[in-house]
């Protein structure tokens, strides 16, 4: 059997998630994810600072499992206050880790949301605020 143990901070973040909500304004980009094979959906509401390429605020929903729930807002305390280029080397690893771990079955999770904050930045990037224009 798959272990399926999870650390005070993954409970802690499911039960009581940060930075749930949406962002809307020209500043705002948006980053969608999603794994067909277990269900998972997410966007990540990224609102930059265009003066000093910051991550000013952030946002989340997600559709999913507890971790995917846990994995969205620890990638959101993660990135705010971050420099745009310093939010795109956030890993999964690195949600993973600051979570205190995750069990090997749903590591997938983390995955997702440092993706979902990638596409939120690209699209910044690229001047379109992703799939809710």
Request: hydrophobic fraction near 35%; proline fraction near 4%; glycine fraction near 8%.
């Amino acid at each position: 059997m798959k272990s399926t143990n999870y650390s005070k901070k993954v409970i802690d973040h499911f039960q009581k998630p940060r930075n749930v909500g949406t962002l809307e304004g020209d500043d705002v980009a948006v980053g969608r994810v999603g794994n067909p094979v277990c269900g998972d959906l997410r966007d990540i509401y990224a609102k930059v600072d265009k003066e000093r390429a910051v991550v000013a605020d952030i946002k989340f929903h997600t559709f999913g499992c507890g971790s995917a729930v846990a994995t969205s807002s620890m990638i959101t305390e993660i990135a705010k206050g971050k420099t745009i280029e310093d939010a795109l080397k956030i890993t999964r690893q690195n949600v993973a880790e600051e979570l205190d771990g995750l069990p090997p079955v749903k590591m997938h999770c983390s995955n997702l949301a440092a993706d979902a904050l990638h596409e939120a930045i690209k699209n910044f990037k690229e001047g379109n605020k992703g799939p809710l224009e």
